[in-house]
T-cell receptor
Framework: QKEVEQDPGPLSVPEGAIVSLNCTYSNSAFQYFMWYRQYSRKGPELLMYTYSSGNKEDGRFTAQVDKSSKYISLFIRDSQPSDSATYLC????????????FGTGTSLTVIP | DTAVSQTPKYLVTQMGNDKSIKCEQN?????MYWYKQDSKKFLKIMFSYNNKELIINETVPNRFSPKSPDKAHLNLHINSLELGDSAVYFC???????????FGQGTRLTVV
């Protein structure tokens, strides 16, 4: 069983929809939670990161962490065709040499 | 100005050959990584170097040998290539203790 589980999708939504992307994990020592966006044939780019539990908002994007349930989410409001990409969650423990554990990614298509 | 650059972008080679992938970062980071992304988009860490010192060495065949001549460079040499080595290899960098990792564009390796 992988340390981080993510629904691979694919997910297809109409433009303007609210998108919810989720990951679950098994390692209770994870403290840092990240979301990366990867366009086709490109490298992942960091979208957001949070430390420990709570919410973080950045424009149309909101990241939520629920450590008690070992569950993290990324919400995208007013989704745009340019949001079409694969979204990868990643996590790391504190003080472990920056070792990141990635989910398998969710492929999202926003239809105009 | 590219932050993390890898060369080559594409690499097609025959089984049994030896090949190298080069990575350079101009972000002033002290930690660099090699990740392998399989056909299902799963990103798995292979190696991590901090200040030219090997920090993370996951279970990777010893045909793979990383080399870090300085903090800004991390190369990956692969001996006796096998069909199963076909994947996209990503170089990344970060500052030690910080969660933001920046990825290169990837090297798509195809072994025939």
């Amino acid at each position: 069983q992988k340390e981080v589980e993510q629904d691979p999708g694919p997910l297809s939504v109409p433009e303007g929809a609210i998108v919810s992307l989720n990951c679950t994990y098994s390692n209770s020592a994870f403290q840092y939670f990240m979301w990366y966006r990867q366009y086709s044939r490109k490298g992942p780019e960091l979208l957001m990161y949070t430390y420990s539990s709570g919410n973080k908002e950045d424009g149309r994007f909101t990241a939520q962490v629920d450590k008690s349930s070992k569950y993290i989410s990324l919400f995208i409001r007013d989704s745009q065709p340019s949001d079409s990409a694969t979204y990868l969650c990643a996590m790391s423990e504190e003080d472990t040499g920056n070792q990141f554990y990635f989910g398998t990614g969710t492929s999202l298509t926003v239809i105009p | 100005d590219t932050a993390v650059s890898q060369t080559p972008k594409y690499l097609v080679t025959q089984m049994g050959n030896d090949k190298s992938i080069k990575c350079e970062q101009n972000l002033g980071h002290d930690t660099m990584y090699w990740y392998k992304q399989d056909s299902k988009k799963f990103l798995k860490i292979m190696f991590s170097y901090n200040n030219k010192e090997l920090i993370i060495n996951e279970t990777v065949p010893n045909r793979f040998s990383p080399k870090s001549p300085d903090k800004a460079h991390l190369n990956l040499h692969i001996n006796s290539l096998e069909l199963g080595d076909s994947a996209v290899y990503f170089c990344a960098s970060s500052q030690w203790g910080r969660t933001e990792a920046f990825f290169g564009q990837g090297t798509r390796l195809t072994v025939v």
